[in-house]
């Protein structure tokens, strides 16, 4: 930390530009890595650009790809790729996790005992503790995973060798929630698998939840084994796990109510619920399909464009405008139709400052969504549906497609590699990153009174 | 206004329900009057259901139509169709403008001082006085529209009746910005008569700015000429015009550039930039077209539906979210990022509470439109950028269609008719409409910090 600290203070760098630096940094190596013939299975070839694409696509764990991972990667390249996914995934938790914990440290003290209390603080102390620590979870739940899957993947494939690179790459990209595949057509293959499916799901959900509430489990587990009493769960923990659970749900039903007679029309109701089920957790951010997604009806792939949008939770792997700016967002609409001069939740009230920032990250994620679908629009030949769904499934570094990525011109794909960089990055820091120094307020004027809506 | 306030006492309405109330009376009685075969041509019959359609469509100054008005109705039908949509227009400027004056009355006296003077309100008293006014203003702009319209319309038509006909009618739903045309084709008889384009873009933009603006630039001219001094435009006008001449300005030169080669190939650059500007000026609110705007190409269509959705001016005869709700979000975002404390504008100071209240009525707009394009997916069998731009159009009360509207199914129909209603009232209105009584805060939690974006 006081590196960092002292590399802050001399180069004048906020915080926020750090990250994006290092994530510049990583994208550069990355591409260089990706871009080395080592990786590709022979007579394979892969151009800069698209190891650029490539690249920033792992990093910010979205998954669209211009090219066919499994064709051109040899299984060196599949591990080269895996490692710099696992990286973009355990970096943004960790520096996610981090934004988190210093919000803590810049407020009042009267306002700091009452946090303290609230986030279980004591917990942990620095950056590098912390990173181990989100170290230590996710490679304890990917290897879980991919002992399941690998020995689970028996049944599919030929060799050990293959069944456990399979179930390696399969837990890795689930649980950082890449959406990277080596299958070619991602999980078809396990589309009748309940189990398959059943795994994923469940890694999907530990890596988009957010690290934060992870800590917070691992911390309650703790306290209830040793009989310690006095735990809480923080307003945020309740919150973006209430609104996750609550999109998932939604997502659920809604996919279940369309498409039961329609994708699924073959599908017995459980398989059918299922289904929609992990339709639901992949827009969460997991980028996972067991079926064409292309043959969803129109509503459906609304649901899952507005769902992708919403994204994961923050200081997950997933991306979008985040579950809690969501449920704030929402959460204030209600208040004000109400007539409610505050907005409780659980018992504590969400701060003027956090509504604004909320509602500050809604309009420039619609404004740069709806800019990225314009340019789009006119550099490409899609529909505008098929269009809008590849520039939410990168904002919210999803990684479903329609089917379009491949075939997109050089602007449409340096859109897409933008819009993925931004929804890693999140929209809060991408506005600190293209504004000014913040200034005082030096004089003021009257208020005046508008006429709004 | 007294009996007005017994009422509003009386029946324990909010004034928000009073409106509505009147309006849902309006749209009742209208749909009776349009139902009266007397009105009709000969041989032409109009369902209950389709009356209704028209009628909303009438009160909300839409102009969107699920039949040919001109080969429906009558002369007589003509008259009284228009008589609805002026009926429309004025009472929504007068309510707006009301609202307007009366949110200056609920404040401090500090803050009432300044804003005394800002507004200039000594010019009006009373709702009586402030409807004669705009009747005034509205009816002596549609009558130089009509006379000047009218004579020139003496080239196009046979007889002088149908010359002053039709100049009346275009007239009264240009400056309305009804939309509504009794030529079959809107304005697309005259797409090379520079002189018609002229008149009607200068009506529709009068109809548009705002009933406030034309009552301060009234009262600024007759300052003027009287030589009387110290009369200032409130910051309200001057942020409203400003965003309604930018937007102006963008929607025209973003058109040009696109269809300059496209849609207007055929046209000289003075007359493609005319069209431009005509296109621009209808998406405001007055729905006018003078080509096929369905061969326009996706990405003027997708500019298009963003302007409608940003609509005309409050208080004017416009819908959708109002300039003023769009320029104090932008500027909102724009501060937010320079991490600015306040909101200046004009040597003047955006309120904490006009801020919020505008990305309320920006989430809400969303949020409905967003279900309304959802539902429409579901019954209707058009394309998501068909279905979006019909439901823009009827937010935004603007009317322009790719030409579905006659070809929507009855729950399609209800969506746009409830989304014209809407947009008409005003997302606020509709706010207050849903909710319950404002509560007091009777207690206070701490506040919890929350990760955002
Ligand atoms: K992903
Ligand atoms: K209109």
Chains 1, 2 share one sequence.
Do not use: C
């Not at 990168?394 to 491949?406: E, N, V, Y």
Request: glycine share 8%; charged share 10%.
């Amino acid at each position: 930390m006081s590196f960092i600290n002292r590399l802050i203070k001399n180069q004048n760098l906020s915080p926020v530009k750090l990250i994006v630096l290092f994530y510049f940094l990583a994208i550069l190596i990355s591409t260089a890595i990706l871009n080395v013939p080592l990786f590709w299975q022979e007579g394979q070839t892969l151009s800069l650009f698209d190891s650029l694409f490539t690249a920033i696509s792992a990093i910010s764990v979205t998954g669209l790809s211009v090219i066919p991972i499994d064709q051109v990667f040899n299984t060196a390249g599949y591990f080269a790729l895996s490692f710099i996914f696992q990286l973009g995934g355990i970096g943004i938790m960790t520096m996610g996790t981090a934004i988190y914990l210093m919000l803590g440290k810049k407020i009042g003290i009267r306002e700091r005992q009452l946090i303290s209390i609230d986030h279980n603080q004591a917990t942990f102390s620095g950056l590098v503790r912390l990173t181990k620590k989100i170290l230590q979870t996710i490679l304890v739940i990917e290897l879980v995973g991919m002992v399941v899957l690998s020995i689970h993947y028996l049944n599919y494939f030929d060799t050990w060798q293959e069944a456990w690179l399979q179930g390696y790459f399969a837990s890795v990209s689930a649980t950082t929630n890449a959406g990277f595949h080596i299958t070619g057509v991602s999980l078809i293959p396990f589309a009748d698998d309940y189990f398959v499916q059943f795994i994923q799901i469940i890694l999907m959900i530990l890596g988009a939840i957010g690290f934060p509430v992870l800590i917070e489990i691992q911390q309650w587990l703790i306290d209830r084994k040793n009989r310690k009493k006095g735990f809480r769960f923080t307003t945020f923990m309740k919150l973006t796990t209430t609104t996750y659970f609550l999109l998932l749900i939604f997502g659920m039903v809604i996919i279940f109510l369309i498409e039961h007679n329609l994708a699924f029309a073959d599908q017995p109701w459980y398989q059918s619920l299922l289904s929609s089920l992990f339709n639901s957790v992949s827009t969460r951010s997991g980028g996972q399909i067991t079926s064409n997604i292309a043959e969803f009806s129109t509503p459906t792939l609304i649901v899952l464009a507005f769902l992708m949008f919403i994204g994961a939770s923050p200081s997950s792997a997933g991306g979008g405008i985040r579950t809690t700016t969501f449920a704030v967002m929402l959460l204030s609409v209600y208040n004000y139709a109400k007539g409610r001069q505050s907005i409780k939740v659980f018992q504590r009230e969400i701060s003027h400052r956090d509504t604004i920032r909320s509602f500050v990250v809604l309009t420039t994620a619609i404004s740069l969504t709806l800019i990225a679908i314009f340019v789009l629009s006119i550099t490409e030949s899609f529909s505008i549906l098929e269009l809008a769904f590849e520039v939410f499934s990168a904002f919210g570094t999803t990684g479903l497609s329609l089917g379009i990525t491949a075939e997109l011109s050089v602007i449409g794909r340096i859109v897409i590699m933008v819009m993925m960089f931004i929804g890693r990055i999140g929209i809060f820091s991408f506005l600190f990153l293209i504004s000014s120094p913040p200034t005082k307020d030096l004089y003021r004027y009257p208020e005046a009174r508008m006429l709004i809506g």
